[in-house]
């Protein structure tokens, strides 16, 4: 066979110790598989030491911050609420209440904002064909800007939502900016990548608009300050609330959903005539994968504000480390989002002490020079 | 066997093809040729359903097309189109791994006998060695032949392509086209040189305006009496080594040498 590379010579006998691992020579006659076994261990490697590092992260995200506490004391707490073990306290109060009411939410949250905006990024990227996509293209921070800055500084949302106005309406902003991003995208048929750029460009400047003239009719002068903090993004206010729970469940959903489709993605990406002629339905699969994702980037902003650049540059990196095909990048991309936003956010709170910076700040800086690292890699590898 | 007949399909209010008709018998390779806008990638489009006739029908080995669920049909036509060229890098492994899709559930993983179904694909159009390469750094003919190693990995038995040899230099266009005749399907190629389609198919099918000006074997369809009409440029046909190759001129010229005496 002409594939299986002919024998390394073989090396003068005795000149290896007996014991040397056999080369990994293919057996004479094996049939090719695209060496498939090596493709699955690497992305498996990847897979296993990301989630050994998403868990460390969750543990020093923790332990981090003005305040610090001892890792182990970390594991005592969380082991004591969430499985009843250990059962006698050997902790103080303080810590208690930092550890489990103050922390323990935020760096959940961080880590379902993280992966949420990474597969969001993905699945996007290649719906769109565009690799400088990102989650916000949907219109869905404009929308849910507009709704968090009218909950901020007029109090809509109040009445339905109570305590998690701003997250309501803000998510309740983001619905309906998609659905309007959809709805013109849609106008005169087919949704395409092109319709749903521009539509969701113009949807994006008219909330922005919006949300500008909200500010300025405002009376409230510090108002203007908590919608600019909060669109630059912040996990400050997590704590244990149906909105964490919402995030955490649609995020794994989401994954779950990406998943299933993750050849449909892998053809989409190429174009919908190759999708359609492999017995897909590119539309169909399109308009469904379009409204899974505008829910989940609509929970996560309604619940961190706009983060900018995890969902850009992630899957960027994903693919860089276990190529392309979309089953194997999505779950690195999670979890390369999830480790990096709590980072993110433990120098967010513990960089300019005792102010806290916005997430989106820190997220930006480091995500813009990394961009323009890739795109000169990009180009390296295309030309 | 693949066949169109009466279709008709219009974009709006353009009638693109009127009463068409095409058949590709068991292992045949058909040419569709004709001018630009003459209806030829409609006509592809039509066979593997990227567009639904208006009027007539298509059939699959005698069954309609429309009755067939869009997998089935996967499985049994292969299509090879070249699409712009798409920002998200994949491999070229993936790509070929992608012709699978139709023969498995879509939330299922490729099995070792896909990788095994993709490599001697790959090893088929000789291009095993690009595996691990990205699809967009390769060249045009190594990107053909990845398609058309997508295309034999899908395992069907009719192959449809449309202009395989764009872009490509001449040695690349008889290579693809080598490969495509060399292959035990029954395909259905749109090209735009008659040359190729006179040493590569078996039979042609010209369309003008939408209508099929001329079909039958490429030796009665590849005439000057028949294409000089249809595409108004000057046709000579000459012998290649028992193969009719054509030879070309504008119209004018053509003319002015038909009306110069012959003794000059």
């Not at chain 1, 760096?107 to 769109?128: D, E, K, S």
């Not at chain 1, 309740?172 to 005169?188: D, H, P």
């Not at chain 2, 001018?35 to 080995?61: C, F, H, I, Q, W």
Request: hydrophobic fraction near 55%; aromatic fraction near 4%; charged fraction near 15%.
């Amino acid at each position: 066979m002409q594939t299986s590379s002919p024998a390394p010579a073989p090396t003068s006998a005795g000149t290896e110790p007996p014991d040397a691992p056999a080369p990994p020579a293919p057996a004479a006659g094996a049939v090719d598989d695209l060496d498939r076994a090596r493709a699955r261990r690497r992305s498996r490697i990847w897979v296993a030491s990301l989630s050994a590092a998403l868990l460390a992260t969750l543990v020093g995200g923790v332990a981090i911050g003005p305040v610090t506490i001892a890792p182990e004391d970390v594991v005592r707490i969380v082991g004591h609420h969430l499985l009843g073990a250990p059962e006698t306290v050997t902790w103080s109060e303080a810590h208690e209440s930092i550890v489990w009411r103050l922390r323990v939410p935020r760096v959940l949250l961080g880590a379902a904002v993280g992966a949420g905006l990474a597969i969001c990024g993905v699945a996007l990227q290649a719906m769109v064909r565009n690799v400088l996509a990102d989650p916000y293209l949907l219109g869905v921070t404009s929308g849910a800007s507009t709704g968090a800055a009218a909950a901020i500084l007029f109090g809509v949302g109040a009445a339905a939502f109570g305590e998690e106005a701003l997250a309501g309406s803000a998510f309740v902003g983001a619905l309906g900016a998609s659905a309007l991003v959809f709805l013109l995208a849609r106008v005169t048929g087919r949704i395409t990548s092109v319709r749903l750029l521009m539509s969701g460009v113009a949807v994006g400047y008219a909330l922005y608009a919006a949300t500008s003239f909200l500010i300025f009719a405002s009376p409230n002068p510090e108002g203007a300050r908590s919608v600019l903090f909060w669109l630059l993004g912040t996990l400050s206010l997590a704590r244990w609330s149906v909105i964490l729970a919402i995030v955490l469940v649609v995020v794994a959903l989401t994954l779950a959903v990406l998943l299933v489709h993750s050849r449909a993605l892998d053809a989409l990406a190429i174009g919908d005539e190759t999708a359609l002629t492999l017995g897909m339905a590119p539309g169909r699969v399109r308009a469904r994968l379009l409204v899974a994702l505008a829910l989940c980037i609509g929970a996560v902003v309604a619940a961190a504000g706009g983060i900018g650049f995890v969902g850009l540059v992630m899957p960027h990196l994903a693919r860089r480390f276990v190529g392309g095909a979309h089953r194997r990048v999505l779950p690195v991309a999670a979890l390369m989002g999830a480790v990096f936003l709590v980072w993110a956010d433990v120098f967010a709170r513990t960089v300019v002490q005792p102010q806290e910076l916005p997430i989106g700040i820190l997220t930006s800086l480091v995500g813009a020079p990394f961009l323009l690292l890739l795109v000169r890699r990009l180009h390296a590898a295309t030309d | 066997m693949i066949e169109a007949e009466g279709v008709g399909f219009a974009y709006g209010d353009l009638d693109v093809l009127r009463d068409a008709g095409l058949c590709a018998e068991r292992g045949e390779t058909v040419g569709l040729i004709g001018p630009n806008g003459s209806g030829k990638t409609t006509m592809l489009r039509l066979l593997y359903r990227a567009l639904v006739p208006a009027e007539g029908v298509v059939r699959l080995d005698g069954q309609p097309a429309e009755a067939l669920r869009p997998r089935e049909l996967a499985r049994r036509a292969a299509v090879v189109v070249q699409e712009s060229a798409s920002e998200v890098p994949i491999t070229v492994a993936d790509m070929v791994l992608l012709g699978r899709a139709p023969h498995r559930p879509s939330f299922a993983g490729s099995s070792a006998e896909d990788h095994r179904v993709a490599a001697a694909a790959l090893e088929r159009v000789g291009v095993r060695h690009l595996a691990d390469r990205v699809v967009a750094a390769l060249s045009g003919g190594e990107r053909q032949r990845v398609l058309i190693a997508r295309a034999i990995a899908q395992q069907a038995d009719h192959l449809l392509l449309d202009e395989p040899t764009n872009h490509l230099d001449i040695r690349y266009q008889h290579e693809v086209l080598g490969l495509v005749r060399a292959l035990p399907v029954t395909s259905v190629v749109v090209l735009h040189d008659l040359n190729l389609a006179a040493r590569y198919c078996d039979r042609a099918v010209l369309l003008d305006g939408g209508r099929v000006a001329a079909e039958g074997p490429v030796d009665a369809v590849l005439r000057p009496e028949v294409l000089e009409p249809v595409y108004g440029i000057g046709v000579r046909r000459v012998d290649d080594d028992g193969l009719a190759q054509l030879v070309f001129r504008p119209a004018a010229a053509a003319a002015a040498a038909a009306a110069r005496p012959e003794a000059s």
